[in-house]
């Protein structure tokens, strides 16, 4: 079945500690995202990709870095954890121009 | 920049009864919008969607919506709520000519069913 794939689904981790969510899909298309959602706060876009070698800063993207070197895989990178970043992070992707996304499971990610 | 709000953080349905979720945006030029449904450890799929033309857009699951423009709302409908509906709404803009644009949701309503 086509759609994104996210690694892990849920994860515990130490604050300071490095951890990398991955995101891969297998549909082709060009723009990629990253957004956590937060009780009371909804989605907040994190970084976006719309092409491979291509990157952007969302709402929200102190604390976090992406790379797009191929079409179907956008990873995540948290480089020092902090426990404000315990989080359900969702990968997206888009293939057409009026933004229409397909969204992935969900990491649950929490940060002792 | 484009925003969306959802007024209502909390809407209780009886089952059978009908349903219209708000939804309200702002935004300069002609948007897309969009509602999604997330239902509890999911992710979030799409119920509708309006690009242009008919302002009645009809989804997924007996979903409707309907764009006001005079009003900036886009609010979500359903004439009969099933249990299996109960599930956090998102209403999402998006914004014309902007190649691959992002969406701006709104904080979502969560949607309890009684019997």
């Known amino acids: 079945i086509a759609g994104i794939t996210q690694a892990p689904t849920s994860q515990i981790l130490a604050a300071g500690r490095r951890m990398t969510l991955r995101c891969t899909q297998d549909m082709r298309h060009n723009a990629m995202y990253w957004y956590r959602q937060d009780l009371g706060l909804g989605l907040r876009l994190i970084h976006y990709s719309n092409t491979a070698g291509t990157t952007g800063k969302g709402e929200v993207p102190d604390g976090y870095s992406v790379s797009r070197a191929n079409t179907d895989d956008f990873p995540l990178t948290l480089a020092s954890a902090v426990p404000s970043q315990t989080s359900v992070y969702f990968c997206a992707s888009s293939g057409t121009l009026t933004g229409e996304l397909f969204f992935g499971e969900g990491s649950r990610l929490t940060v002792l | 920049a484009q925003s969306v709000t959802q007024p209502d953080i909390h809407i209780t349905v009886s089952e059978g009864a009908s349903l219209e979720l708000r939804c309200n945006y702002s935004y300069g030029a002609t948007p897309y919008l969009f509602w999604y449904v997330q239902s509890p450890g999911q992710g979030l799929q799409l119920l509708l969607k309006?690009?242009?033309?008919?302002?009645l857009v009809q989804g997924i699951k007996g979903f409707e919506a309907e764009f006001k423009r005079s009003q900036s709302s886009f609010n979500l409908r359903k004439p009969s709520v099933h249990w299996s509906d109960a599930a956090e709404y998102f209403c999402a803009v998006g914004a014309e000519g902007s190649g691959y644009s992002t969406l701006t949701f709104g904080k979502g309503t969560m949607l309890l069913v009684s019997p």
């Open positions: 309006y690009f242009s033309g008919d302002t």
